[in-house]
């Protein structure tokens, strides 16, 4: 490391992981480790669907909003209006 705080990702790793001049990296720290992750393409790619399966939410937010609604108009004794 050097004193600026800069690190030298050996050669081997680089070609490996795909880390170019510009690469965006992003420290993550684990228990007593700090582990490295590139920001590229193939990454960004691996995770875009990880939420996929569970569909928007907006529906699901926008009736448990109703649902809160409703209880606050109860609790103050007010009627429901729609």
């Known amino acids: 490391m050097t004193s600026k705080g800069q690190l030298v990702v050996p050669a081997r790793l680089r070609r ?15 228990d007593r480790e700090i582990v490295l992750q590139p920001v590229t393409r193939q990454y960004i790619r691996s995770v875009c669907g990880l939420l996929a399966e569970a569909g928007p939410a907006t529906p699901d937010l926008l009736k448990e909003r109703a649902r809160d609604k409703q ?8 009627p429901r209006s729609r």
Do not use: P
């Not at 490996?16 to 720290?29: C, D, H, L, S």
């Not at 209880?71 to 007010?78: D, L, Q, S, W």
């Open 16 to 30: 490996k992981y795909g880390i170019k001049a510009g690469t965006r990296v992003r420290f993550v720290e684990r």
């Open 71 to 78: 209880r606050e108009e109860a609790r103050r004794g007010k």
